[in-house]
């Protein structure tokens, strides 16, 4: 397992590269990176604020959960925090498994758990102010797939 909680942006390439390059003896490998949308056209940034600490600690508690539950050779979490503009890269998220499947389910959870569980608050800037971000009732949904 790989957790990062960083500012600074990453090279999707290289990480996926790197990540697989990990990998022995496993038969799949899914990346998943999630990009800031400006949804209504007026975004100008939005501000991602964590606790250091309780934060990784989170992501590596849902990380283990996937890894119970699946056949997993190596996890990779890297979440963006600070000040992100549209079209930027906030997160990644990497399976690698013996199997596609172990891979793509195990990738799924980790998506779904990060969007509704990781410690994360999320402020728009657009030209009418500025807004928190709140939980969507879809994504508690998505949830129940894993229940």
Known sequence: MDIRVQEAPFDLGAEASAFAARQT???AVVTFTGIVRDLNGDLDHM???H?????EK???AIAEDAHARWDLGGSLIIHRH???APDDMIMMVAT???HRKDAFEAAMFLMDYLKSRAPFWKKE????GTAWVAARDEDED???DWQ
Do not use: D, N, V
């Open 82 to 84: 600070g000040r992100l």
């Open 142 to 144: 998505a949830l129940k």
């Open 47 to 49: 501000q991602i604020e």
């Open 58 to 60: 989170a992501l590596r």
């Open 125 to 128: 800037a657009t030209g009418k």
């Open 51 to 55: 606790y250091s600490g309780m934060t």
């Open 25 to 27: 003896g496993m038969g």
């Open 96 to 98: 690698a498994s013996r």
